[in-house]
């Protein structure tokens, strides 16, 4: 098993920034893929992005591409999401989420271990 818990979450500006951490712990985190999706009110989980194993590859949504940057640290077993630039659409609820395959990060039906969610509120 694998505990993912986020922090960070809060209210925001539009334009402003925030900084979502997820602290891992109960496996080998440099074994697993890490991402983080995101669900708003009356909609489905969504992709936001993801990290390798190693951190050399990562991937965003198309909707948060040069706003939002994805890294992580082997040696603190943590995965960050720094979103900048934030408007109201980016509102819901970040979930931090953790796989052997980095595939498997881009369908939420697919993830094997998940974080209990943070919640980002970007006012107008």
């Known amino acids: 098993q694998v505990q993912l818990v986020e922090s960070g979450g809060g209210l925001v500006q539009a334009g402003g920034s925030l900084r979502l951490s997820c602290a891992a712990s109960g496996r080998t985190f440099s074994n697993y893929a890490m991402g983080w999706f995101r669900q708003a009110p009356g909609k489905p989980r969504e992709f936001v992005a993801r990290?390798?194993?190693?951190?050399?590859?990562?991937d965003f949504a198309d909707s948060v591409k040069g706003r939002f940057t994805i890294s992580r640290d082997n040696t603190k077993n943590t995965v960050s999401l720094q979103m900048n630039g934030l408007n109201p659409e980016d509102t819901a609820v970040y979930y931090c989420?953790?796989?052997?395959?980095?595939?498997?990060?881009?369908?939420?039906?697919?993830?094997?271990?998940w974080g209990e969610g943070t919640l980002v509120t970007v006012s107008s």
């Open positions: 989420a953790a796989d052997p395959f980095y595939d498997d990060l881009l369908r939420a039906s697919a993830v094997s271990y």
């Open positions: 990290i390798s194993e190693s951190g050399g590859i990562r």
